[in-house]
């Protein structure tokens, strides 16, 4: 059973950093695309960033270049660094993997999600 549980979410000042983290488990880790999304309360789900089974990664234009993605393949492992966060980076931020994603960025292309981790910006 696949599954993916992320971590690290939790209440920050605006201007501050985030680390998340998602712990892969029931699949060949090493073989799967990893994306990041996120939803705030009334919105759809936005495409954050990703990195391929090749250890490429790929952003979106969501953050506008205040993120940082990596995997570590022998932990079954993928991170997410935020940086520099504003108010509208509050959402519920979700790791998915998908086998031959393409384009990274559509969600429907991804098979396994996790629950996701709030992540809140005050001022």
């Known amino acids: 059973q696949v599954q993916l549980k992320e971590s690290g979410g939790g209440l920050v000042q605006t201007g501050g950093s985030l680390s998340l983290s998602c712990a892969a488990s029931?699949?060949?880790?090493?073989?799967?695309?990893m994306g990041w999304f996120r939803q705030a309360p009334g919105k759809e789900r936005e495409f954050v960033g990703a990195i391929s089974s090749s250890d490429s990664p790929y952003y979106g234009t969501a953050l506008q270049g205040r993120l940082t993605i990596a995997r570590d393949n022998a932990k079954n492992m993928v991170f997410l660094h935020l940086y520099r966060l504003k108010l509208e980076d509050t959402a519920v931020y979700y790791c998915?993997?998908?086998?031959?994603?393409?384009?990274?960025?559509?969600?429907?292309?991804?098979?396994?999600w996790g629950q996701g981790t709030q992540v809140t910006v005050s001022s």
């Open positions: 998915a993997a998908g086998s031959y994603v393409s384009p990274l960025q559509s969600p429907q292309r991804y098979d396994y």
């Open positions: 029931g699949l060949t880790f090493s073989s799967y695309d």
